[in-house]
């Protein structure tokens, strides 16, 4: 069988499925599967493939049917234009945390705000951005999970910046010590009973980091109330949010006392992403 040939398989199998941007997802299989890019998958189309690889292939496929993201798959995903290695003990990068890292650079290089400290850092995506984008900064990285700094490590040393970053395995700021001028979090916050209402490919991810308690706001209590303590004068705090919770978790962020500015920030398609406290 040909490559040109098994693609249009693999699209047809999808289709069949109701899987969406299937013709997408058929190709980048096809090329994680064959180790070729697509400029190349395309030059070659008409060559052969092995048994074994159409059988790879359509283990894949059967993955992708069975709600398996496509990036658990290839392990890589695109963020804030670096590549990152990710498996199914962090989350998958999404486009909008790009908002987050774009705002948190913003502050640093306009106000000269070096130290940082991003808390629940999973796969590492935002710190790793932000040290490849800050030459002069020193990040911290932390997550409650061994696996997931053994991740962050990896990506650091993919990305060429592990010797500008700390990696800390801390339940929140459980083993943090020092202040840091911005403290930059995306922490869990879907409410525990929605998790099981949402997508296939979703609910593949890590729960540990999807699960923000009953009201969603669990993290964002505990990160308000404490961040205070390891942030320098007139340092910043900068969360990732869900699209409905600007409200309450700005309401929370005035209740605690300790902020001087609290505002939201929006994300390329308009839903409130991003809140940001000034000490």
Same mark, same amino acid.
């Given at each position: 069988m040909q490559i040109k040939e098994l693609l249009i398989q693999g699209r047809h199998t999808l289709i069949k499925n109701n899987i969406e941007d299937a013709s997408i997802v058929a190709r980048v299989l096809l090329q994680f599967v064959l180790n070729m890019d697509q400029i190349e998958l395309l030059q070659k189309d008409a060559k052969q493939v092995s048994q074994k /690889?159409? /059988?790879?292939?359509? @283990?894949?496929?059967?993955? @992708?049917?069975?709600? %398996?993201?496509? /990036?658990?798959? $290839?392990?890589? /995903? *695109?963020?804030?234009?670096? =590549?990152?290695?990710?498996?199914? #003990?962090?989350? &998958?990068?999404?486009?909008? %945390?790009?908002?987050?890292?774009?705002?948190?650079?913003?502050?640093? !290089? %306009?106000? +000269? !705000?070096? %130290?940082?400290?991003?808390?629940? $850092?999973?796969?590492?995506?935002?710190? @790793? =951005?932000?040290?490849? #984008?800050?030459? +002069?900064?020193? &990040? $911290?990285? =932390?997550?409650?999970?061994?696996?997931? @700094? *053994?991740?962050?490590?990896? #990506?650091?040393?993919?990305?060429?910046?592990? +010797?500008?970053? $700390?990696?800390?395995?801390? #339940?929140?700021?459980?083993? &943090?010590?020092?202040d840091f001028d911005i403290i930059v979090s995306n922490p869990p916050y879907i409410q525990t009973n929605i998790i099981t209402t949402l997508s296939k490919q979703v609910q593949r991810e890590p729960h540990l980091a999807l699960d923000g308690g009953e009201d969603g706001l669990f993290f964002y209590r505990k990160l308000l109330n404490e961040a205070p303590n390891y942030l320098k004068a007139k340092g910043y705090l900068c969360m990732e949010i869900g699209y409905e919770q600007k409200e309450a978790v700005m309401q929370l962020a005035q209740e605690t006392g300790k902020y001087e500015i609290i505002e939201a920030k929006q994300d390329f398609s308009g839903n409130d992403r991003v809140i940001i406290c000034k000490k």
């Open positions: /690889q159409k /059988q790879d292939y359509e @283990i894949a496929l059967q993955k @992708i049917i069975e709600g %398996t993201p496509l /990036q658990y798959i $290839t392990k890589k /995903q *695109e963020f804030y234009g670096l =590549s990152f290695y990710v498996d199914d #003990n962090v989350l &998958i990068p999404q486009p909008d %945390t790009e908002v987050l890292v774009e705002k948190v650079l913003n502050i640093a !290089k %306009t106000e +000269n !705000k070096g %130290t940082i400290l991003d808390i629940c $850092t999973g796969s590492g995506a935002i710190g @790793i =951005s932000l040290a490849h #984008n800050l030459p +002069n900064a020193s &990040i $911290t990285m =932390s997550d409650i999970s061994l696996k997931a @700094i *053994e991740i962050a490590k990896r #990506n650091s040393k993919q990305n060429e910046v592990l +010797n500008k970053v $700390t990696l800390i395995q801390s #339940n929140l700021f459980e083993k &943090i010590e020092g």
